[in-house]
């Protein structure tokens, strides 16, 4: 097993990863689900359109619980007879001279509102910075609908090449005062967004279809490179300090095996005195062993007398 610290800094190495992918899969979600919209919302315009239903009238799409909070209205149009005459879409005005690219013969146009619930979770996919939005998101879709058949709507685009489009967001505002200046905002399909004035209050042109809504300026984010390079600051530094933690504890580690090895050695010296039998005497100031007096005396073997 490996030390206490390592396993710290193992530790802290996968939380910070746990965060990031986190952060990535959150805004990857909400990514996908403005992706999914349209599609989504198409095919039960389709499912709800049948052969009684009648040609430039506006019918309402009921949509499951889990897309409750949405509305959706549809109407089927002639090509032709929409350039020439325009049409009223709950929010939206289309003047004459719209235009359907491409278009064989009809064109099934969906309203769509994406109330207070999904509006801001639409919003927040664009990542827009500086921006609050103050209004509902209001989607106009066009299909090919020479085909009400299909499982798969083919998505086709509206022009408005004379007069352009309107946009009437009174009933969909959450403006709480008169002195804000009230921008619109563009969502287009490549996940850009583009501001610009209103055209009178609380109404806003578009020359094509799309996704709109109102926002005003608020203070200024940090750009996201900003953010993200913080981000990163961050995380090297955790990183960092967390090696760093991981190699004092490695050298803490080294002093407390080299002192425990010192220890044993002392503690076999004192045991190599404790069982020499030899005295120990002070030298100075140092201990020392001394043998003890037991030199055998000399002594005459024989009774020897020298002459003299």
Known sequence: MGSPL???????????VFIWLSITTIHTL?????????????????????KHNKTGFLYN??????????????????????????????EFSLAMGVTVHPCLERVLIVRQNLGEQWSPLYYDAYNI????????????????ASNLSSTRPYEVGLFAEETPIKIDFSKVAKINSTNIRVLCASFDSDRKISISPQ??????????????????????????ST???GLK??????????????????????LLVKVKKRSQLVEMERKAYEEEALQISMVGHVRAPMASGTRTQPRLEHDYIPPI
Do not use: M
């Open 6 to 16: 390592s396993l710290i800094l193992w530790n802290n190495v996968v939380v910070i």
């Open 30 to 50: 909400q990514t996908e689900a403005t992706r999914v919209f349209d599609p989504v919302l198409g095919r039960y315009a389709f499912q709800s359109y049948n």
């Open 61 to 90: 799409v009921r949509l499951p619980a889990n897309l409750s909070g949405i509305g959706v209205d549809t109407v089927r149009f002639r090509c032709g007879s929409l350039r020439r005459y325009g049409a009223q879409i709950r």
């Open 129 to 144: 910075s500086g921006y609050q939005l103050v209004s509902h998101v209001l989607g106009l879709v066009a299909y090919d």
């Open 199 to 224: 055209a009178s209050p609380n109404v806003c042109v578009t020359e094509k279809n799309g996704h709109f809504g109102l926002v005003i300026e608020t203070l200024q984010s940090p750009p996201e």
């Open 227 to 229: 953010r993200v390079s």
């Open 233 to 254: 600051i961050i995380i090297v530094s955790t990183i960092g300090g967390a090696l760093a933690a991981f190699l004092l504890g490695l050298l803490v580690r080294a």
